[in-house]
């Protein structure tokens, strides 16, 4: 039997591949027009630009390795989880990776109503000798 994508991963997937494209005029699209964004240090973002900005101010390039999705049903809306790893290169030029995240989104009406984001970049900045190479 071929085992069916549960349609809130699948938004957040194709959310996620624009994101890392980067390409946020097509992230956006994902998002409902009132979508809440909250990153790591509780960092309230107005959009998926403001996303693109803050990444590109934070790293020369950054990637996600993509790895297990979950979700739940929670009647009306569903919450999918994302973890994985960052790769990528820091603005001073060294390369990282291993740098793990986990973001959680509400999905609602095909629309990303809410994203949560969590990594170990401000650690890897402020303590460099527990980033793994």
């Known amino acids: 039997m071929e085992e069916t994508t549960n349609p809130a991963v699948a938004l957040v997937q194709e959310f996620l591949a624009a994101s890392m494209a980067p390409d946020p005029v097509k992230a956006a699209t994902f998002m409902a027009s009132d979508v ?7 960092r309230a973002m107005p959009d998926a630009q403001a996303i693109t900005a803050f990444n590109g101010a ?23 989880y994302s973890n994985g ?3 990528g290169q820091w603005p001073d030029g060294r390369s990282f990776s291993g740098n793990r995240y986990l973001d ?3 999905v ?4 990303i109503t809410r994203m949560d984001v969590w990594n170990d970049s401000a650690e890897w900045i402020l303590a460099p000798e527990i980033a793994r190479p």
Do not use: M, N, P, S
């Not at 390039?61 to 999918?80: E, N, S």
């Open 85 to 87: 790893t960052l790769y």
């Open 108 to 111: 609602k009406d095909g629309r």
């Open 36 to 42: 809440r964004i909250t990153f790591t240090g509780g």
């Open 58 to 80: 934070r790293y020369a390039w950054v990637k996600k390795a993509l790895g297990q999705f979950d979700w739940t049903d929670r009647g009306d809306h569903t919450v999918v």
């Open 104 to 106: 959680r989104f509400e």
